[in-house]
């Protein structure tokens, strides 16, 4: 991905000290031997790739749809199978230059594959795209109580930002079933809590 044409210090810092997560993958397509038929690199998209990506499958759902009849067929799949075909045109790269893209005609390419394909692409984008966070799921009790320290001393930076909602409803999970041992241990019970948040 080419850096952006004019960016301020501060952004300029952010993109020469950090990078993007990444993962290179087999292409989901095998031949008879069971062989990958070729590698991926898999990167994730910008905020701005990301809108273009959703607009031009919103475009392309439009134009297939155009003077068809209307049935019970629900056009969301369509949807989703375009923008995926869309952000994958854009996330696949060659995974010896990834500068270069892995589909050299874009989206054309994209949708020459397969559904299972592009899901099974998808999946590993999306993967990719948490990379960068720890996984609440697999952090130890001593990280989990550091986020806690976090909270208790810096709600306010709104650290959850920077985790997906599966790991906040994770940590939530967690944080709940200490806060019932520890009533537990002190001998109160659930029952003396409220009942309702709202």
């Not at 499958?57 to 056009?75: F, N």
């Not at 299972?116 to 993967?127: C, I, P, R, T």
């Amino acid at each position: 991905m080419a850096p952006p044409a004019k960016v301020g210090r501060l952004m300029a810092q952010v993109i020469a000290r950090g990078r993007l997560p990444f993962a290179v993958v087999d292409f989901p397509r095998y031949d008879e031997t069971g062989e990958a038929a070729a590698r991926v690199y898999l990167r994730p998209l910008t905020q701005a790739e990301q809108d273009l990506a959703r607009a031009n499958a919103a475009a392309y759902v439009a134009h297939v749809l155009s003077g068809k009849q209307k049935t019970e067929w629900r056009p969301e799949e369509l949807e989703d199978n375009a923008v995926a075909a869309e952000m994958l045109a854009v996330s696949c790269r060659d995974p010896d230059d990834p500068a270069k893209p892995f589909f050299e005609y874009g989206v054309v390419e994209t949708r020459e594959c397969t559904t299972d394909e592009l899901s099974m692409l998808f999946q590993s984008y999306n993967a990719v795209r948490e990379k960068a966070y720890p996984s609440l799921r697999e952090m130890s009790e001593e990280e989990m109580w550091r986020w806690v320290r976090v909270l208790e001393e810096d709600a306010q930076q709104f650290p959850f930002s920077r985790v997906s909602r599966s790991r906040l409803e994770a940590f939530s999970v967690w944080a709940a079933r200490s806060l019932a041992s520890l009533l537990a241990v002190s001998g109160t019970t659930s029952n003396s809590l409220p009942r309702s948040l709202f």
